[in-house]
Nanobody, 115 residues
Framework: QVQLVESGGGLVQPGGFLRLSCAASGSIFSSYDMKWYRQAPGKQRDWVATITTGGNSFYAGSVKGRFTISRDNANNTVYLQMNSLKPEDTAVYYC?????????WGQGTQVTVSS
């Protein structure tokens, strides 16, 4: 069982920034592909970004150039740096781990972009 705990969400004005963190349990974090998803009210959960075990990153078109995913294997943590935030980025953000023993979701952290 892998436990994922997100943090760093909150209320921010348009144009602002936030950094989300996702701390993972387990001694082989470096072997997990990690993803961020988000779910806005009344909408489906959408993929945002991926970082592979090799450190390669991929982004949804709506966030490319504004968001950066990174990982710190020594501290079992994946990050999502979000810049130039827009009201349409408002959602609950979830991290997701793909491991050899299964796939796991965190509990989510709320991000609200509003003036």
């Amino acid at each position: 069982q892998v436990q994922l705990v997100e943090s760093g969400g909150g209320l921010v004005q348009p144009g602002g920034f936030l950094r989300l963190s996702c701390a993972a349990s387990g001694s082989i974090f470096s072997s997990y592909d990690m993803k961020w998803y988000r779910q806005a009210p009344g909408k489906q959960r959408d993929w945002v970004a991926t970082i592979t075990t090799g450190g390669n990153s991929f982004y949804a078109g709506s966030v490319k150039g504004r968001f950066t995913i990174s990982r710190d294997n020594a501290n079992n943590t994946v990050y999502l740096q979000m810049n130039s935030l827009k009201p349409e980025d408002t959602a609950v953000y979830y991290c997701y781990a793909i491991t050899r023993r299964g796939n796991y979701w965190g509990q989510g952290t709320q991000v609200t972009v509003s003036s």
